[in-house]
């Protein structure tokens, strides 16, 4: 972190005209349990195995990601769906912020990811019996992708990359195929005939991902850009090749999820109105993917994960966050408060 920059002003954009309301899962003391029941076994345990490391991650607070995100959670199946997410953010707590900051200290050296895929087999032979043959296929396939991410991302050229070359790297971590996969075990459908390589079924949900991952970049700013990780975001990437503030790059990629959110509607729109539409499965998908970006976008206004330990989420959707090294403070519009005179470029 550059010592003269000691905190940066960026606007609450508008990131949704669509979306519906999030509607958490009825139950959320049982999300919490079910998480913690996930890290008191043997093989959870050896993913942090210091303390340290371990009381660092649940201080983010990660299972209120599914909380938010899974309305329509068949009971069930809540425990594996609440494994598998935590394992997916212990994973990229330790492998994706790997320049440092709270997210590096206590971290197995070598940062070796044989001990990872063991755990993710024991968590994949439990969907097994749950999913299709071709789910399962689906399932490796996209696991098998992830993982290849994080052994490549290391790599000095990773760094260098366009604020494009950033998105398309996030976009196509093989992380959205795993949270697709999922969404169809959560709600007991199977979507495989409908997700060939250029289908409609296909395309919406990329365009819809599309848009989340960017929301991510904007609310993960704070914590990327200090821990020294912001080589992985987007909003630095194109302030740095525009020459232009945070704030403004911002709004540009506030701009930019808007746009690919009206292409996801269009694109279901025209989906609706094909014969993949007629499918109660595909109509239920639809209806559990928007609850899910919809929980993703207010969840990254209030996850510990990006504003800091012990951060609590006060509504506002208006205004400024002003990100410190430590956390984000939101200042609703019209309040009077910020930072007058605080750096606003990399």
Known sequence: MPESLTLIEVPIPILTRRLPRPR??????????????????????QLLPTASAHADYQAQRAFEFTYWSYPALKEQRLPLVVAINEFAYATDFVFDDIDGGEASRGQPSGRDLAGYVDVFSGLAAQAQVLLSPRQYERLGAAVAEAF????????????????????????????????????????????????????????????????????????????????GAGFFNVVPALARERGISFADAVTVVAEWV??????????????????????????????????????????????PRYHGKGFEYD??????????????????????EGSVGAPQTP
């Not at 029941?37 to 043997?42: N, R």
């Not at 790297?169 to 169809?184: D, F, K, P, Q, T």
């Not at 979507?191 to 904007?218: E, K, M, P």
């Not at 509504?315 to 519009?333: K, Q």
């Open 24 to 45: 958490p899962y009825p139950d959320a003391e049982a999300v919490r349990l079910a998480a913690e029941a996930f890290w008191s076994t043997p093989g959870a345990r």
């Open 258 to 303: 808007l746009r690919e959110e009206y292409r996801c509607y269009e694109l279901r729109d025209r989906l609706l109105a094909s014969p993949a539409g007629s499918d109660p499965s595909v109509r239920a998908f639809i209806s559990a993917f928007e609850y899910w970006l919809a929980g993703n976008l207010h969840w990254s206004r209030l996850t």
């Open 148 to 227: 290849e991410h994080i052994a490549n991302q290391g790599d000095a050229a990773v760094r260098e990359e366009s604020s494009g070359g950033i998105y398309h790297r996030h976009l196509n971590s093989g992380w959205i195929w795993v949270a697709e996969l999922i969404l169809e075990l959560a709600i007991g459908v199977d979507l495989s005939a409908y997700l060939t390589s250029d289908s409609l079924l296909r395309q919406y949900y990329h365009a819809g991902c599309s848009a989340g991952v960017l929301v991510n970049d904007i609310f993960s700013l704070r914590k990327e850009y200090y821990s």
């Open 315 to 336: 509504g506002t959707t208006e205004g400024t966050m002003v990100l410190h090294p430590d956390r984000t403070l939101y200042v609703p519009a019209g309040s009077g």
